[in-house]
């Protein structure tokens, strides 16, 4: 054994675990092609492309492949609505799927959504898609570890999402630990000091990003590790493919500062928020004008979401808004979906909703009005903005950001996680495209023994 091959056993780069595909359907283009290919030689991978360059078909001709290959039944998970999105796909593309609410295979594809998960039994199916796969991290522990749990138990696996560590790459450990690659925790063991000491807390990172930075020699590793499981893309030039047809339409990003009518509490003039705390109350104490000047926003929108943070937010904005119908968390998911697919379907003016209920996997393309309530949540600004933003929308997309003076802290929190979402990004897309950088020949002058222990 050469000592390139012996440093190459020893990367912990993800093997293939799949098969090579016969024939892949001509109706994929040439990057889908390659990215399906590359999934179901690796058998167990994650692309994360971005909103609007077909995952869908993508996920069920992976999933179709895997059937008539392992002979056994695929399960397709998706957030809440998608599934009917996803059903009314395979029947444009003539994929056999159905959706099942039972627990029971109800084809050689079947598809629920995560809220059902734990009525399916994972030895059921030879392999799983986990749609919008950053969702994953957003569940309760309990919910992803479910997820998690049944992923492991399936041969044939595959995550899909457009935001796969929106401004965090540590976050990358939750699908490298659902892919049966290196543990969340051996991750950061491996590449990442913790300048805090507090490694102990497990996932206790999330309140303290600034704790964690790459060891000395472990940035490149990084890359290539996560390069051996996962692809990413932004558009098909990424992979070497044509942009034709896949160009963004025009993003109209428009602020809205609203004063309060009222100084906080024992003051005597209103005072900017400068703490988080300062900020819900800020909130509060303007959540009258603020849905007043959302609903005046979208008075003249054709189709339109008003996104909001807040319960209160929710129902102030639904009787404010005429032809508004609200999706909050409490109603039953039957109903849930059945609102997310009325406005799906053109069939209700303007959602009023959540970014952590409704910003996962959607096509809204119907709709180009928004109006967004900002938070510190980088993927809930990104998720919510791209259901309608994404390859395919005619129109120029207007997202009118209704905020106050001290929101001033949000926009620019928002902007910082933007920025490092861009570069993390930019960071795997280098790293992917080119299959050669994700191995590297070492050449030695002399030949090197490896001990028969060692190997």
């Known amino acids: 054994m050469s000592y390139a091959t012996f440093l190459e056993r020893r990367t912990q780069l993800g093997g293939d675990h799949g098969f090579d595909p016969q024939e892949l359907p001509g109706f994929l283009y040439g990057f889908q092609h390659d990215l399906v290919q590359w999934a179901l030689r690796k058998g167990r991978s994650a692309v994360f492309a971005d909103c609007g360059l077909g995952k869908t078909p993508m996920e069920l001709v992976w999933a179709d492949l895997v059937h008539h290959h392992a002979g056994r039944p695929v399960l397709v998970a998706t957030p809440l609505a998608v599934a009917y999105q996803t059903a009314d796909e395979a029947a444009k593309f003539g994929i056999e799927a159905a959706i099942s609410r039972g627990g029971r295979p109800a084809g050689p594809i079947t598809i629920t959504n995560y809220d059902r998960l734990h009525l399916f039994n994972p030895v059921d199916y030879a392999g799983v898609v986990c749609d919008e796969s950053s969702a994953i991290k957003a569940f309760d522990g309990a919910r992803r570890a479910l997820v998690t749990d049944f992923m492991r138990k399936t041969p044939y696996r595959l995550l899909a999402t457009a935001t796969a ?117 800020e909130a509060r104490r303007t959540l009258a004008e ?13 189709h339109g979401i008003a996104w909001c943070q807040l319960n209160d937010e929710g129902d102030l904005l639904t009787k404010l ?52 309530f900002p938070s510190h949540s980088y993927e809930q600004w990104y ?8 390859y395919g929308q005619q129109h120029p997309v207007t997202v009118d950001i209704v905020t106050t003076e001290g929101g001033a802290r949000v926009l620019a929190n928002l902007q910082r996680k933007a920025a490092q979402a861009d570069a993390m990004f930019d960071a795997l897309v280098a790293h992917m495209r080119d299959a050669t950088a994700v191995r590297r020949t070492i050449d030695y002058p002399h030949p090197v023994e490896v001990p028969a222990w060692a190997s």
Request: glycine share 8%; proline share 5%; charged share 25%.
């Open 165 to 281: 560590a929106p401004n965090d790459y540590i976050e990358l450990g939750t699908s490298s630990e659902a892919l049966g690659e290196l543990g969340y925790m051996d991750m950061l063991g491996k590449f990442f000091v913790n300048e805090q000491r507090n490694a102990s807390t497990g996932r206790g990172y999330l309140g303290q990003r600034n704790a964690w930075r790459f060891k000395g020699h472990a940035e490149q590793p990084f890359w290539r590790w996560v390069a051996s499981w996962a692809r990413a893309m932004r558009r098909p030039s990424d992979y070497g493919h044509s942009d034709d047809g896949f160009v963004l339409p025009e993003l109209v990003q428009r602020e809205h500062v609203v004063k309060a009518s009222r100084p906080p509490e024992n003051a005597l003039f209103d005072v900017p928020a400068a703490s988080l705390q300062e900020e819900r109350e």
């Open 383 to 390: 998720q919510a903005v791209r259901r309608c933003w994404r």
């Open 321 to 372: 808004i005429d032809g508004a119908v609200q999706v909050k968390g409490s109603d039953p998911v039957d109903a849930k979906e059945e609102a997310l697919a009325a406005f799906s379907r053109g069939d209700i003016r303007v959602l009023v909703t959540k970014p952590s209920i409704a910003g996962w996997g959607l096509n809204w393309q119907h709709c180009h009005r928004m109006t967004f």
């Open 290 to 302: 603020r849905c007043e000047a959302a609903a005046e926003l979208l008075a003249d929108a054709e």
